[in-house]
């Protein structure tokens, strides 16, 4: 069983930045690749961004390819997301979980319980 913790939520000017924190349980935590989600409200769940285990490959939804970094620091069991230039359409409860594949189908087998973030213009 593994516990996600997301951190860093909040509201933001549209321009601006936040980085949001996943911390993980367990000890194998840097033996799984790991994924952040987003929903807005009326929408469905969708990709934002993934890792692999080692950090070495990234891979990133459209919408926020050059705006959003994903890292992971393997030491203290978490995984972050960086987002930069954000936007109105941004404003979503993000989500970390756990996935098998770095593309679609993601094949999440655990989920944070979200963060939200909200931009403001």
């Known amino acids: 069983q593994v516990q996600l913790v997301e951190s860093g939520g909040g509201l933001v000017q549209a321009g601006g930045s936040l980085r949001l924190s996943c911390a993980a349980s367990?000890?194998?935590?840097?033996?799984?690749?790991m994924g952040w989600f987003r929903q807005a409200p009326g929408k469905e769940r969708e990709f934002v961004a993934a890792?692999?285990?080692?950090?070495?490959?990234?891979s990133y939804a459209d919408s926020v390819k050059g705006r959003f970094t994903i890292s992971r620091d393997n030491a203290k069991n978490t995984v972050y997301l960086q987002m930069n230039s954000l936007k109105l359409e941004d404003t979503a409860v993000y989500y970390c979980?756990?996935?098998?594949?770095?593309?679609?189908?993601?094949?999440?087998?655990?989920w944070g319980q979200g963060t939200q973030v909200t931009v403001s213009s």
């Open positions: 979980a756990v996935v098998r594949r770095l593309v679609a189908p993601y094949e999440v087998s655990y």
């Open positions: 890792i692999n285990w080692s950090g070495g490959f990234t």
């Open positions: 367990g000890r194998t935590f840097s033996s799984y690749a």
